[in-house]
């Protein structure tokens, strides 16, 4: 089935320092890449996507690349801040079979940013 | 626009009980999904529902049931409650529910069991 697996947590950083987190996947079909983020005591908001390969996505400073030929989608972002302190969700969506109209995700990583 | 809401934001409950939590879409939006988050098991697809119909469900417990009405709102009912419920439910709506749409998350219902 799928699968999607991110570095672990906890990560910290100093602000204005660079951040990568790694996010590697398996899927059956074709999917479709997000990065979600998750900052305390609220729901996830969709940081951005990639539906294809070699497609970037951007947001907010942040940004991930749709590599099919080593299935992965590293988040990344050029110079933290102390309000980018959040948990990070990498999550594919399959569009094949059963697989479709479910996010999954993985195990989620802590970062967190000091002044 | 409202976001997607859930009601009640926080339940406690305690084992063998049954609780109905409640999800209200964004206007427009046909697919409401649901999801638990534990610190455990993370982020784990429990259905989705487009059009009063599931068209996926993931690998949970029978005891986990929902629904959808025609004004597109979901609920989803746990019976027999259990001490490895408690959770954070989350709920999320989109146009279609496919691979193409953003999902928008509500902030969560925090179900405690006792």
């Known amino acids: 089935g799928d699968s999607v697996t991110q570095m672990e947590g906890p990560v910290t950083l100093s602000e204005e320092a660079f951040l990568t987190i790694n996010c590697t996947y398996t899927a059956t079909g074709y999917p479709s890449l997000f990065w979600y983020v998750q900052y305390p005591g609220e729901g996830l908001q969709l940081l951005l996507k990639a539906t294809k390969a070699d497609d970037k996505g951007s947001n907010k400073g942040f940004e991930a690349t749709y590599r099919k030929e080593t299935t992965s989608f590293h988040l990344e972002k050029g110079s933290v801040q102390v309000s980018d302190s959040a948990v990070y969700f990498c999550?594919?969506?399959?569009?094949?079979?059963?697989?479709?109209?479910?996010?999954?995700f993985g195990k989620g990583t802590l970062l967190t940013v000091n002044p | 626009k409202a976001g997607v809401t859930q009601t009640p934001r926080y339940l406690i409950k305690t084992r063998g009980q049954q609780v109905t939590l409640s999800c209200s879409p964004i206007?427009?939006?046909?697919?409401v999904s649901w999801y638990q988050q534990t610190p455990g098991q993370g982020l784990q697809f429990l259905f989705e529902?487009?059009?009063?119909?599931?068209?996926n469900k993931g690998n949970f417990p029978g005891r986990f049931s929902g629904r959808q009405f025609s004004n597109s709102r979901s609920e989803m009912n746990v019976s027999t409650l259990e001490l490895g419920d408690s959770a954070l439910y989350l709920c999320a709506s989109s146009i279609q529910g496919d691979a193409y749409n953003e999902q928008f998350f509500g902030p969560g219902t925090r179900l405690t069991v006792l």
């Open positions: 999550a594919l969506s399959d569009r094949s079979g059963g697989s479709n109209y479910k996010l999954t």
């Open positions: 529902y487009f059009s009063e119909t599931q068209r």
């Open positions: 206007s427009g939006h046909r697919s």
